[in-house]
């Protein structure tokens, strides 16, 4: 490294918390000699852009920060952890530090471009130079727009040929270790600065009413990514809509949290899937394999990126305009696991205590929500999971919120679940929901799905009386299923140039 310039560059973490195929980070190391590695809390901006991450996501995320920063300390460096604007911050500090460089990752959600651009312009007034790269997504995602036409790929079916067409994405970059930091230092004054230590959820004025079932970090990360794929015979025959919904051990791998804020590369996790592969005679395939997976996570990515308003039904090219129904009511008891109806509650307890719940759980309870029974918009219940789940992410939200009111991409809206057969199919028994509604846990098994048709003795008998210990359901779903689905009927008979844009072939 004896040759490299000497840059003073700010390195800003914002996803991508990790040393891990990190190639911005590695060019920050490489090209300076002072590297003040940085992280923006910026509770109004937040708020502005309506990004509502709760208690248990900023607990993951502050445990992230915690390992970046005390890595960082081993190799001579720290994290700062800036309160407030990006932007004042970046005005003020480029001056004070003599900054010659920025370095970050290219995220591609409309609320961190507005800010980007902001920044760049800053740095780009003051001389300074922003060196990007991508990392967070397989592909450079306007790469495999410009692939597509100019236009992104919108059934999975297109994405697929496109991907085909590309190649394998790039390999994962080298991991950032104690040779790249050799020569880079920090003043011991930016080093003692008290104002940028580590955020609190006391301070940000949050508090977690549940122990971390999820650990945040990049060890725990590639700890978990090194044990789902140990079992190679479960990799080769992973098949999404196999696994259960309901089983208290996950059926799936949970990297979801580590991939959203990127303390996982979805770029390793992919090539180490590849490994397995290339050694087997046979293995599932996509959509329902373990890439198949990356790349529905990969199709949103760039759907949500090239799609104006992708976040809301009006000015959303994709999106059907359906006349959903407003009920607080009915919403408050949704998201408090108050609707009477076991295996959802318990999927919904599920998300608020552990931040975390399967995918076809995700479909059950959004269904619901939605053209199943409540006919309540899909941006409520949005906003409800951005609220708590651990890896909420912006365009896989939206993306399948839209999937599953069939408001965009799923087009067979005939097919609605129902909210007591659908968890049986795996858990017959329910021990899913005397795990967690243990005010149902002695109902014998003919009944756990309906309490509300125990008869009063067995009610009795189990200790819980329903309407009075339990809700009692809060539609009658047959009847409520049956007038959503009319109403869905119209909708699609008088919007069908909209559900032309996004009619592919299912999960
Ligand atoms: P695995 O099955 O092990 O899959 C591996 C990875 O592939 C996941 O970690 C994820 O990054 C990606 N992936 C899997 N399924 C999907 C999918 N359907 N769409 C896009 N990427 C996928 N996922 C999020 O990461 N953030 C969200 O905010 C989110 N919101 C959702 C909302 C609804 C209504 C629904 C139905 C699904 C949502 N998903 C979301 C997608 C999916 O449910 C989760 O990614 C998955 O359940 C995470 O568990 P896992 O890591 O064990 O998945
Ligand atoms: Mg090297």
Redesign the pocket.
């Known amino acids: 490294m004896a040759n490299k310039v000497q840059h003073s560059t700010i390195h800003w973490f914002r996803k991508g918390l990790r040393f891990h195929d990190n190639p911005s980070l590695l060019h920050a190391l490489r090209t300076s000699h002072h590297v003040y590695p940085v992280y923006v809390v910026d509770q109004n901006w937040m708020r502005d852009h309506d990004i509502r991450y709760g208690a248990n996501w900023w607990r993951f995320v502050i445990q992230c920060l915690e390992e970046l920063d005390t890595r960082l300390r081993k190799y001579g460096l720290r994290l700062f952890v800036v309160r407030g604007s990006a932007e004042d911050f970046f005005k003020e500090h480029i001056r004070k530090w003599k900054i010659t460089q920025i370095t970050h990752d290219v995220d591609t959600e409309p609320f961190y471009l507005i800010r980007d651009v902001a920044v760049k312009k800053i740095a780009s007034d003051m001389g300074v130079e922003v060196v990007t790269h991508v990392a967070h997504t397989l592909y450079d995602i306007d790469r495999t727009v410009e692939r597509n036409g100019g236009t992104p790929p919108l059934t999975y079916r297109k994405f697929l040929k496109v991907y085909n067409e590309m190649g394998k994405p790039p390999k994962e970059k080298e991991t950032a270790t104690a040779e790249h930091f050799a020569n880079c230092t920090l003043p011991t004054e930016a080093l003692q600065d008290r104002n940028f230590d580590m955020v609190t959820l006391e301070e940000l004025g949050m508090k977690c009413d549940f122990p971390a079932k999820f650990v945040g970090g990049e060890t725990e990360a590639l700890r978990r990514l090194e044990k789902s794929l140990e079992d190679k015979d479960w990799v080769l025959k992973f098949e999404?809509p196999k696994?259960s919904p309901n089983s208290l051990l996950?059926s799936?791998?949970?990297?979801?949290p580590y991939?959203?804020v990127g303390c996982l590369s979805?770029r390793l996790f992919y090539h180490q899937l590849d490994k397995i592969y290339s050694k087997a005679k046979n293995h599932s395939q996509p959509p329902v394999s373990?890439h198949g997976?990356?790349i529905?996570?990969e199709f949103?990515y760039t759907a949500a990126a090239h799609t104006p308003n992708f976040n809301q039904m009006e000015g959303n090219r994709v999106c059907l305009q359906i006349p959903w129904k407003k009920n607080d009511e009915h919403l408050t008891r949704w998201r408090n696991a108050q609707t009477g109806f076991p295996w959802i509650d318990a999927v919904m307890t599920q998300l608020r205590t552990e931040g975390?719940i399967?995918?076809l759980a995700?479909?059950a309870v959004?269904c619901f929500l939605t053209r199943g029974d409540l006919w309540i918009s899909w941006e409520e219940?949005m906003k409800v999971?951005?609220e708590l789940?651990l890896?909420?992410?912006w365009s896989?939200?939206a993306?399948?919120?839209m999937?599953?009111s069939a408001s965009a991409f799923f087009h067979q809206y005939f097919r609605v679940y129902s909210p007591v057969v659908f968890g049986k199919k795996t858990d017959p028994k329910g021990t899913f929901i005397r795990h967690y509604l243990p005010v149902l846990k002695n109902f014998p098994k003919e009944y756990i799905y309906e309490p509300w048709k125990a008869p009063r003795n067995v009610q009795e008998k189990a200790g819980c009386i329903v309407g009075k210990d339990y809700p009692r359901p809060i539609v009658d779903h047959k009847e409520a299923s049956q007038r959503n689905l009319d109403i869905m009927r119209d909708v699609r008979k008088d919007q069908k140039e909209t559900a032309a844009v996004t009619l592919g072939y299912g999960k």
């Open positions: 999404k696994t996950p799936t791998t949970v990297l979801s991939l959203t979805a373990l997976q990356l529905w996570r949103f975390w399967h995918h995700r479909h959004a219940g999971f951005e789940l890896d909420a992410d896989l939200n993306g399948n919120w999937w599953l």
